[in-house]
Each structure stands twice: as structure tokens, then as C-alpha cells.
């Protein structure tokens, strides 16, 4: 599965949209872009999903370059309760496993 | 739908004991992993089932650890026996098999092994 590159930390207004970057310049045609968030001493939390189009959810938006190679997640409005650990994961089509890396940690301040 | 289902929440034994963790999936789907988290190594994939047969288990430290499912709506993992690194937070997650089906996770077994 294609690794991803992740900014360690940011921080984000609330109220304002949160938009968090990843790189998977490595990324191949059937792989999958996932976006999970893990709020502390909780489990993964899954916000979405795409392939090679945008796609929109309640929670947030995917842009996914072109190129594929690589995506940014938009918190529209973001919120004190959306400060958690982000992890952008390239799911592959040989077997359907997540392996997660180190994540973006987002605060959100007041 | 009452998501994925661990148990217990919290874990406390002594070293060289057996721990036990339980897993019940969401009804429908057909694969199930479990994952150990640590500060050190943060979220690690231990071993996934499609269709209750263990598919990779690449991720087990070692012997001490196994994991059985016996049927579609149950998994144990077992550490048999403990020792104080084992320490960590176990989730168990489960989806339908594909790649384009998330994973729900659960809330997580806390264990501590003193």
C-alpha cells in the first residue's frame, strides 16, 4: 500500500474551515484514499472515503488532486470537538487492511 | 446498530497471567481486525479475518499472542502469558470485505499489565 505524508501538527480558529493536507505521491489506480480521526482515549472515528472524485459527507469534504497524488480533507466549520488526530490512509486492493501512520494533530482554539 | 462491541473496557492483571479480549462485529460484516495502540508505536495492526479465517497475522509480537473466530459474530484475542509491555489499548474493528467499505472501530480494551 502507497505510504502518506502528513503535516504533524496545525491549528485552526473555530469556526473557520479546517483544511488538512496529505501527500501520496506513490499512490496506485484501484487505492483508496480513507480519512479517520481518533479523539483521545477513543477509537478510530471514520469521516470518508474517495477514489478519484471529490466527495462530501456531513462531517466533512475530500478533494483528491487529478494527479491522485495527493488529497486535502475540509472541516468546514471546524468546532473545539473536532480537535483530535487525523490519519490519512491509502487503502490497496491486495488485501483490505488500514495501516495507519503518525497523523495530524488538529487543535482548534477558541 | 449498536457498532462494534469490546469487552472488558479495562484490563488489570498481574504479569505471566492470561487476558482474554472479546470482540463482537457489526452484524453483516465479514472482516475483523484487531489493532494495539501504544505511545511509543502508535495504532498497529495485529491480525484481520475475512470470513472468520485469519488473512494476515503478520502484526502478532509473538507466540504469547493468538486470536481466534470461532463464528461471524465473535473474536478473542489472547495473551497467554502477560507481561508489562503488552500494556497498550486493543481495538478490534470490522467492515464488509472490500476496500471500499470503512472500518468501524471499537471503543477499545485498556489493558495493564503490572
Known amino acids: 500500500d502507497a505510504k502518506t505524508t502528513q503535516p504533524p501538527s496545525m491549528d485552526c480558529a473555530e469556526g473557520r474551515a479546517a483544511n488538512l493536507p496529505c501527500n501520496h505521491s506513490t499512490i496506485s489506480g484501484n487505492e483508496y484514499v480513507y480519512w479517520y480521526r481518533q479523539i483521545h482515549s477513543q477509537g478510530p472515528q471514520y469521516i470518508i472515503h474517495?477514489?478519484?472524485n471529490n466527495e462530501t459527507n456531513e462531517m466533512a469534504s475530500l478533494i483528491i488532486t487529478e494527479d491522485r497524488k495527493s488529497s486535502t480533507l475540509i472541516l468546514p466549520h471546524a468546532t473545539l470537538r473536532d480537535t483530535a488526530v487525523y490519519y490519512c490512509i491509502v487503502r490497496g486492493e491486495y488485501g483490505n487492511k488500514l495501516v495507519f501512520g503518525a497523523g495530524t494533530i488538529l487543535r482548534v482554539k477558541s | 446498530d449498536a457498532g462494534v462491541i469490546q469487552s472488558p473496557r479495562h484490563e488489570v492483571t498481574e504479569m505471566g497471567q492470561e487476558v482474554t479480549l472479546r470482540c463482537k462485529p457489526i452484524s453483516g460484516h465479514n472482516s475483523l481486525f484487531w489493532y494495539r495502540q501504544t505511545m511509543m508505536r502508535g495504532l498497529e495492526l495485529l491480525i484481520y479475518f475475512n470470513n472468520n479465517v485469519p488473512i494476515d497475522d503478520s502484526g502478532m509480537p509473538e507466540d504469547r499472542f493468538s486470536a481466534k473466530m470461532p463464528n461471524a459474530s465473535f473474536s478473542t484475542l489472547k495473551i497467554q502469558p502477560s507481561e508489562p509491555r503488552d500494556s497498550a489499548v486493543y481495538f478490534c474493528?470490522?467492515?464488509?470485505?472490500?476496500?471500499?467499505?470503512?472500518?468501524?472501530f471499537g471503543n477499545g480494551t485498556r489493558l495493564t499489565v503490572t
Open positions: 474517495g477514489l478519484k
Open positions: 474493528a470490522s467492515s464488509q470485505e472490500s476496500y471500499n467499505s470503512p472500518l468501524h
